[in-house]
C-alpha cells in the first residue's frame, strides 16, 4: 500500500508533483513523504530544519497537504514552505472535506482533524467497523461504523501531559519526563507517578475500548494505535488479547491517501494561496 503511495505523482499545469504530507501537532511537527519520516519538536530551529529539508534534501516537486491541530505554528511553517520555489502547500481539511468516501462525517458535529486523519490511514491497514487509539499530548479513542462513519470518542491527557499537570499543580512533584514504569506499586514519587500515569492511561484505554465495543456492538474490532507516547498502550492491550496493530504514522498515511485520491479541481481549490510576511 505505501509503495503505491510513494510513487504517486500528479500533473497540475504540466509540472509533476510527489505527494508528501505535514502534520503540525501540539508539540511536534512530522514530515511524511516516499520512505521519509521526520519528526521535530518546536524548538528554536523546527523552521530551520523544515526548510532545510524541503530546500536541499528532496529531488523533486511536492503537493505538500497540511494538517494542523496547533493553530499558533499554522502560519508559520505555511511561510517558511511557500518561499521555497517549486513546492504548494494544501490545506488537509479541505481535502477531507471534498472526500467523504473515504470516511462520513455525517455522525459527528465537530473532531480534531488529526482525528480523522488517523482514522483513514488506519482503513488503509484494517477493515471496518474498527478504532484507532492515538498517544500523545492528549489521548483520543475513535470510533468507525461498518460503513466508515466517523462516530466520535473520548479525548483523556496522555502522559507526558498529566505529569506536566501534576508538576505545575503540585509543589512536592518536580516536573520529569515520562518512563514506563518497571514496577505496579513504587517505592517513591517517582516510581509512584510513572505507575499511577501509565494505569490512568492504559485503564482509560482499555475502559473506552470495552464501552464503545459493547456499543456498537461488534466483538474483537480492530484497534489501530499510533502516536510518540503507544508503546506501553500496545503493550498493554497485546497481553490483554485485543486485536492491536501499531502504526506509527496513520494521520500523515491519511493525507497522502486524500492526496492521491483528489481530483484535480479539488487539489487547486486546496492549495494555500500565498501568506505574506
Given at each position: ?5 510513494s510513487?504517486?505523482?500528479?500533473e ?14 501540539n508539540?511536534?511537527?512530522k514530515?511524511?513523504h516516499?520512505?521519509?519520516?521526520l ?5 528554536k530551529?523546527?523552521?530551520k ?11 523533486k516537486?511536492?503537493?505538500?497537504g ?10 508559520a511553517?505555511?511561510?517558511v ?15 477531507l ?19 480523522m486523519?488517523?482514522?483513514i490511514?488506519a482503513?488503509?491497514r ?8 492515538d ?12 460503513s ?8 483523556f ?7 506536566f499537570?501534576?508538576?505545575?499543580q ?13 514496577r505496579?506499586?513504587?517505592?517513591n ?9 501509565t494505569?490512568?492511561v ?10 464503545f465495543t459493547?456499543?456498537?456492538?461488534v ?5 489501530v ?34 492526496l ?5 479541481e ?10 505574506l510576511?
Open positions: 500500500m505505501m509503495a503505491t503511495l510513487d504517486t505523482s500528479i497540475l499545469n504540466n509540472v509533476t508533483y510527489g505527494i508528501a504530507a505535514i502534520d503540525v501537532g508539540s511536534r511537527v514530515i511524511h516516499d520512505d521519509v519520516h519528526s521535530f519538536p518546536y524548538d530551529e523546527w523552521k530544519n523544515v526548510q532545510l529539508h524541503f530546500r536541499d534534501n528532496v529531488s516537486r511536492y503537493l505538500i497540511l494538517s494542523s491541530v496547533n493553530h499558533k505554528q499554522t502560519t511553517i505555511v511561510k514552505l511557500q518561499r521555497i520555489p517549486g513546492h504548494h502547500v494544501l490545506n488537509a481539511h479541505t481535502l472535506m471534498r472526500n467523504q468516501s473515504e470516511l462520513s462525517l455525517e455522525e459527528i458535529e465537530n473532531a480534531g482533524i488529526d482525528r486523519l488517523g482514522t490511514g482503513l488503509a484494517a477493515s471496518a467497523p474498527l478504532l484507532t487509539i498517544c500523545g499530548t492528549a489521548v483520543t479513542v475513535n470510533a468507525v461504523s461498518a466508515k462513519h466517523f462516530l466520535g470518542g473520548v479525548i491527557a496522555g502522559f507526558s501531559t498529566q505529569l499537570g501534576l508538576a505545575k503540585t509543589a512536592a512533584i518536580p516536573e520529569m519526563t515520562y518512563t514506563p514504569p518497571t505496579t506499586i513504587g517505592i514519587t517517582a516510581q509512584c507517578l510513572m505507575s499511577g500515569i494505569a490512568s492504559v485503564g482509560g484505554v482499555h475502559h473506552a475500548i470495552t464501552q459493547e456499543e456498537m456492538g466483538k474483537n474490532l480492530p484497534v494505535v499510533t502516536g510518540g507516547e503507544s508503546a506501553p498502550v500496545v503493550e498493554a492491550l497485546k497481553l490483554s488479547g485485543m486485536n492491536v496493530q501499531h502504526h506509527p504514522h496513520i494521520v500523515t498515511e491519511g493525507i497522502l491517501i486524500l492521491s485520491k483528489a481530483t484535480i479539488n487539489i487547486q481549490d486546496s492549495i494555500i494561496g500565498k501568506i510576511s
